[in-house]
Each structure stands twice: as structure tokens, then as C-alpha cells.
């Protein structure tokens, strides 16, 4: 099934939630000059007009980016700040939101020479849409399953290892797969930073997964949760975002907790974060 597309949704709160973690993340990994082979298995486009026809039909980043940039003068968290500062460098003027920056943009512009990106989309169209966006030389669009590409490429030929998983699950069985690739991925490469991201539904098929990680074995898999309303307040739809960092970089949770107590008044009264050790060391 390759109907999503994440046009409609950009910008929206679990966007927010998602990539500050992720710039958290490589932030911390570019400390170190050793060389770091970035994984995106689900990259979507590139960036997004948010005055595009199918953003404008949900309109979602008016509960996402949307309050956080009319408030950016207003933030005193660093982590916080220097994001927004990179919001802005998507923008065609820095006064303007126009545009939000998927993770292929993120990606890339963290890339550093000895450094390499590979995205991969299986949709046609979003592939088509990605394969516009102006990408380093050491940066590779692939049109295929990002699941099955990330264990073909394994072992990666640098040092380091850093991987971003987040599909439509718009099927069941994706959360399985999400959890064996990861458990694959991290057999071949046990030092290496996952990153998952998994959706809120009433369903909560996302206990598979995260059920499937505990089993795994594996150990420092660090979860966090914002929450825009809750279960109890809908019948149906998304009421929160989750994210899993495996080896986390030391003070992640630290530095996104500070974040993310100015970003939930901003949300809204029924918005909320929550974040624990789901398997310790």
C-alpha cells in the first residue's frame, strides 16, 4: 500500500517532535570528526510548501510549527533556539514560514565531507518530489524500500552508524518489520543511533513494536511521548507522537525535556510530554 503522503501532514506536531529530536541527535554526533553514514529509510520529500493544496487541506502545522514560529522570539531554551534558527534558513525570508524541512533536508545539511546520506522512498511521487531537492555529493536517493535497503547495506563503510525509521504503519505488520530490521541492523552494527518513530493511535498497535524492541534484548533503547490530547478525547486520528532513541548521545533526554517544556504550553492545555528508559543499560 503506497497511498500516504506526508504532505498532508508537514509541519504538524509530531513533525516538531520527530525532528528536534533528530537535530538533537546529530548535533551531539558531530562533536567527533569520525566519519558517520546517515540512514533515512523513509525519506519523503525534501521540503514542503506549506501553501501547497495538500497541505492546506489539513492545515495540521497550525498545531505544529506554526505557534512555535510565532513565538520564536520569544524561546530562552538553547536546544530550542538554535532549531528554530534552522527553520529559518528553509524559509525563502527569514519573517516568513513558508516551508517545512523534512528529514532528507535535515540530513543533508549536516553532512559533512567524510560524511555520507542515503534516503530512500518508495513512492513514486515522493520519490519524483525528493528527486528535486539539491542534495551534497555524498548524499544518495534510492527508490526502494528503505526496510529492506538498510540491511543490504550493512555493514555501513564508516565508523559510525545513525538511522531514522519512520513509516505511514499503514500496515499492521509494519511495526514488526520496523522492530526486526532494528534488531538486523543492530546485530551488524551494535554501537549504532536508531531512531523510530512510531504514531499515537487509540488502537496502540505501537505496543507491538515497542513490545518486539523489550524482547529484543537489545539494551538503551530511550523512548519519549508528546502528547497533543488524549486517547479519551477523540474516537479516531493521532493524539500523540513517540519516539525511540537506541544509544542515545549522553544528555538527550536532558536537553529535549528543557525543549519540550516551552513547546507544550504552546500546543495547547492538552498537550503534554512524557519520556523514560523503555529497556536501560
Not at 524541512?101 to 567524510?114: A, F, I, K, N, Y
Not at 523489550?214 to 539494551?219: A, T
Not at 523512548?223 to 532513541?245: A, D, K, T
Request: charge should be negative; aromatic fraction near 8%; include cysteine.
Amino acid at each position: 500500500m503506497l497511498s500516504y503522503q506526508h504532505a498532508y501532514h508537514a509541519g504538524n506536531f509530531a513533525d516538531v517532535h520527530k525532528h528536534l529530536t533528530l537535530y538533537a541527535v546529530i548535533n551531539h554526533l558531530l562533536r567527533k570528526k569520525t566519519a558517520i553514514t546517515y540512514v533515512d529509510t523513509h525519506a519523503g520529500r525534501g521540503l514542503y510548501p506549506l501553501n501547497a493544496q495538500e497541505t492546506q487541506r489539513l492545515q495540521e502545522y497550525r498545531e505544529g510549527i506554526g505557534p512555535l514560529w510565532q513565538a520564536r522570539n520569544e524561546l530562552n531554551d538553547p536546544l530550542l533556539i538554535a532549531w528554530q534558527a534552522a527553520v529559518a534558513t528553509a524559509q525563502a525570508s527569514s519573517a516568513t514560514l513558508t516551508h517545512y524541512p523534512g528529514s532528507p533536508w535535515w540530513l543533508s545539511h549536516s553532512l559533512r565531507e567524510q560524511d555520507q546520506l542515503r534516503l530512500f522512498e518508495l513512492h513514486p511521487g515522493e520519490h519524483e518530489q525528493l528527486s528535486t531537492q539539491e542534495l551534497p555529493a555524498n548524499a544518495q536517493r534510492v527508490f526502494g524500500d528503505g526496510l529492506a535497503g538498510l540491511e543490504a547495506m550493512l555493514p555501513a563503510i564508516t565508523p559510525r552508524l545513525c538511522v531514522l525509521i519512520d513509516p505511514s504503519y499503514e500496515r499492521k505488520v509494519e511495526y514488526q518489520e520496523v522492530a526486526d530490521t532494528v534488531a538486523y541492523t543492530l546485530e551488524k552494527a551494535r554501537h549504532a543511533v536508531v531512531l523510530i518513530w512510531y504514531p499515537l493511535l487509540p488502537a496502540g498497535h505501537h505496543h507491538t513494536l515497542l513490545d518486539a524492541l523489550k524482547e529484543s534484548g537489545q539494551r538503551k533503547i530511550w523512548r519519549s511521548e508528546l502528547l497533543l490530547r488524549e486517547s479519551g478525547e477523540q474516537v479516531h486520528g493521532m493524539f500523540g507522537s513517540g519516539m525511540v532513541v537506541i544509544n542515545p548521545p549522553w544528555g538527550l533526554d536532558e536537553r529535549l525535556a528543557a525543549a519540550m517544556a516551552e513547546i507544550t504550553p504552546l500546543l495547547g492545555s492538552s498537550s503534554r510530554y512524557q519520556a523514560d528508559w523503555w529497556v536501560g543499560e
